[in-house]
């Protein structure tokens, strides 16, 4: 058994015009040469990038252009399989860290995961942050992981084990959200304060009200920042998408290339279905959507797929395999995808039902709950 759980803020690689390196990453971690990798994919102000290094005798760099703090994940790989670190074993070596324009040194004797920083104000005041508030989700499921591994074959056996195991990672947690409010409200200037208060927005649920005198408050330029926009078209989003509410119109491409609006459905009853390639719930509940799909198509209805990928290719992979045949569509920029900021999705599945006139008549409708729905609307 394993303790999942959600990257909460995606990160979204692609290539971008070059521009002159303003940051420096030097490392040494033992003594690994080739095959081993180091990965990093790096996000900032919505600009996302992928980047890897082989390692030499231990060592690597990488240098790259950052328009504001840097929100990125860093991976070793002694076979130079990233996505073995990240998802298969639930132990791997893997940080999720914060760099600004610096030249930044690591060094460590055997992991990335222990390795020193030296050379970034931003990294320290992360450290600071984590110092108050506490460990982040990614450590304490990385530690309980970790736990899990070394636990006896009678304790793997152990339902009461698992469950204080289970305990202590909840409890952990609630400290954390409880910490983050009080730092947010605390430090205004910080933009820690800023990362704090979308942290408890999108992993929290914390409701809109309550976090938006909090954003109030924050520094304007934490305002007025990219990260700062995007969560305040979240938090005014609940207004947005209210039930009888003109639903936002958006356009984004499809799996082709072809840009695809939710205005082209007017006419249609149509479900805006937000979901991603790495979503399990999400791809659970494609066999009852291919159902209803199946049961009124002829009748008005259809669906539209708004996939918060990053990665075209899994995301193509996953419309194959599980057999979708509406319409599809993503930006392909993770998290950052416009359509989600503007809906207010903090997780996924979500979903809104559309009229033909394009007002917002249901959301968050899964399962028996959408079945009842369409039956109810179709049979008018």
Request: aromatic share 10%.
């Amino acid at each position: 058994m394993k303790l999942n759980f959600l990257i909460l803020a995606a990160l979204t690689p692609f290539v971008a015009v070059a521009q002159d390196p303003n940051f420096t990453i030097t490392g040494k971690i033992g003594n690994l040469n080739k095959p081993a990798k180091i990965y990093l994919d790096y996000s900032s102000d919505g600009e996302g990038k992928t980047d890897s290094a082989e390692l030499v005798n231990g060592t690597f760099k990488f240098t790259g252009h950052i328009n504001g703090i840097a929100s990125s994940r860093m991976t070793l790989s002694r076979e130079g399989i990233r996505d073995k670190e990240i998802y298969a074993t639930g132990t791997g070596d893997v940080i999720y860290v914060s760099f600004g324009k610096e030249n930044i040194h690591i060094s460590s004797a055997d992991s990335l995961y222990n390795a020193r920083w030296t050379g970034s104000k931003v990294y320290d005041e992360l450290q600071a942050f984590d110092r108050e508030v506490g460990p982040t989700v990614m450590k304490v499921h990385h530690n309980a992981n970790v736990t899990l591994s070394r636990a006896t074959p009678e304790q793997q056996k152990d339902t009461l084990y698992f469950k204080e195991l289970d305990k202590k990672v909840r409890a952990y947690r609630k400290s954390r959200g409880e910490k983050m409010t009080e730092f947010a409200r605390k430090n205004p200037d910080s933009y820690f304060a800023l990362q704090a208060l979308s942290e408890l927005v999108s992993g929290y649920s914390m409701k809109p009200e309550a976090a938006m005198p909090i954003f109030e408050k924050l520094n304007e330029s934490l305002r007025l920042s990219y990260t700062g926009q995007g969560l305040y078209k979240i938090l005014n989003a609940h207004t947005v998408t209210a039930t009888g509410a003109a639903a936002p119109d958006f356009t984004q491409n499809d799996v082709n290339g072809k840009p695809v609006s939710l205005s082209d459905y007017k006419g249609k009853y149509v479900l805006v279905e937000f979901w991603a390639s790495w979503c399990s719930p999400c791809r659970a509940e494609s066999p009852n959507l291919l159902k209803q799909y199946a049961a009124y198509k002829d009748k008005g209805f259809e669906i539209l797929g708004v996939s918060v990928d990053s990665d075209k290719g899994k995301w193509m992979e996953a419309i194959k395999k599980d057999g979708l045949t509406w319409p599809q569509i993503s930006d392909l920029k993770g998290w950052e995808n416009e359509a989600r900021k503007v809906y207010g999705i903090s997780g996924v599945p979500a979903n809104f039902l559309v009229s033909p006139e394009g007002k917002i008549i249901g959301s968050h409708l899964v399962g028996e709950a959408l079945n009842k729905k369409l039956a109810e609307i179709m049979a008018d």
